[in-house]
């Protein structure tokens, strides 16, 4: 079973989840009951063949959450190939592709297409961004805590974007943030299949730190949807607390 989430919008992200949830729901399984196993990325994306036909020692469904695996031109034509295996599996993949390009986006809507299967893939991409504009730099800064160079860029994207792409800009670091957190969390844990996951990039944040952070950012969204806050100001002044 599969469903792909495309695109940085805060709000049709949500949205795209919550349409998931209940999608599950009409086929009578509980999200919150299924096996979840360590994330699955452009780096280890050979570690998918293990879950397409297996469920866990107990017979259980597996979530297994993709992310950014379509970025990289070997992982993504590995997707494409075997896209239908994930449709037929009896456990559930979700991919999150936050910067998936159009051409990326038109082939997966055809080939789900062919499988009845085109409303698994939710369009969440902002409508106003300039597509000539994307994140990427921005938050390889973040990543690796370079305070001075993140908000410079961060100066450079504004300068383009200006306060009507914060959800855009906040969609990146959150989808940043999510992959941080991970890579602390589950590095070094053994998935059911006994199979260790080793992350090839360092942590300049402690555990401590990335939870703090990650209810910063979480918060600042819903404040920002209440019109509480500006979102653009918000994310400046997290970068200067990094």
């Not at 908000?151 to 383009?160: D, N, R, T, V």
């Not at 844990?189 to 260790?196: M, P, V």
Request: aromatic share 14%; with cysteine.
């Amino acid at each position: 079973m599969l469903y792909i989430i495309c695109g940085t919008d805060f709000k049709k992200r949500e949205n795209a989840r919550e349409k998931i949830l209940q999608d599950l729901k009409k086929q009578n399984i509980n999200f919150e009951t299924l096996l979840s196993v360590s994330k699955i990325n452009k780096e280890n994306y050979t570690l998918l063949p293990n879950y397409f036909g297996s469920v866990s020692l107990f017979g259980e469904k597996i979530l297994i959450n993709i992310d950014d695996i379509l970025s990289k031109e070997e992982s993504r034509e590995y997707f494409y190939e075997h896209i239908k295996d994930f449709i037929k599996s009896e456990n559930i993949f979700i991919a999150d592709e936050p910067f998936i390009l159009s051409p990326t986006f038109q082939k997966l809507y055809r080939d789900l297409g062919k499988e009845n299967l085109s409303k698994n893939l939710f369009d969440a991409k902002d409508d106003n961004k300039d597509k000539d504009i994307e994140p990427f730099y921005f938050c390889e800064l973040i990543e690796k805590r370079d305070k001075r160079k993140a908000w410079e860029e961060f100066q450079k994207i504004y300068l383009e974007w200006e306060d009507s792409e914060a959800q855009a800009l906040h969609g990146a670091l959150w989808w940043k943030w999510k992959n941080m957190m991970s890579a602390s969390v589950e590095g070094n844990k053994f998935n059911y299949a006994r199979i260790w996951r080793l992350t090839d990039k360092e942590i300049h944040y402690s555990k401590e730190e990335l939870e703090k952070f990650g209810f910063q950012i979480s918060l600042m969204a819903m404040r920002a949807n209440n019109g509480e806050l500006n979102l653009m100001r918000s994310i400046e002044r997290f970068i200067l607390s990094i």
